[in-house]
């Protein structure tokens, strides 16, 4: 094993062991909403991590492919998780826009396990290899890694979230300076 998967497993540990000690303080105080959306980010957050391990870990294209897939999905879903803890902790009020980022995320998350290769990543059906108009990479000749439309969309939502998380740390802390 290499020190990068050793890395991340003490990563993915730290996440589980936070997502569990806020699971416990969220249930003992009459569910707390800041300590539950923390707990679900960290135990999310350390399922991605796991999933990047097995992407280190991939002796071929199919494996790496794969690991991609659940890796993507982890992203999303610690993503949405992410927005209301911030929402929590900030005592913001706002309902709508966390609510549509986080059905985004889980839209994604959802479309990236649904599809046979996730939403990176598709069969490679060219035969001359550099003539394929959507690929940007080629993994190991037989994938192709895909960027289109859907990237734009994605990277609109995770500029949303962080202005999103920007701008309730702005008006929770403008007066502590």
Known sequence: MSVLAITMLILVGACWLAG???????????????HLSFALFALVAGAHSLAYISLHLATDATQYVEAARWGVTG????????????????????LALPLILSILYAGYGIANLYLPYGMFFMRNRCTKQGHNPVAHDVVDRSFVAVHGRHHELQHRVEELSRLFGVALSHKQFQGTF
Not at 20 to 34: E, N
């Open 20 to 34: 569990v000690t806020h699971l416990i303080a969220g249930l003992r105080r009459s569910l707390s909403p800041m």
């Open 75 to 94: 992203a999303a879903l610690s993503a949405a998780a992410l927005i209301w803890f911030v929402r929590f902790y900030t005592g913001a009020s706002s």
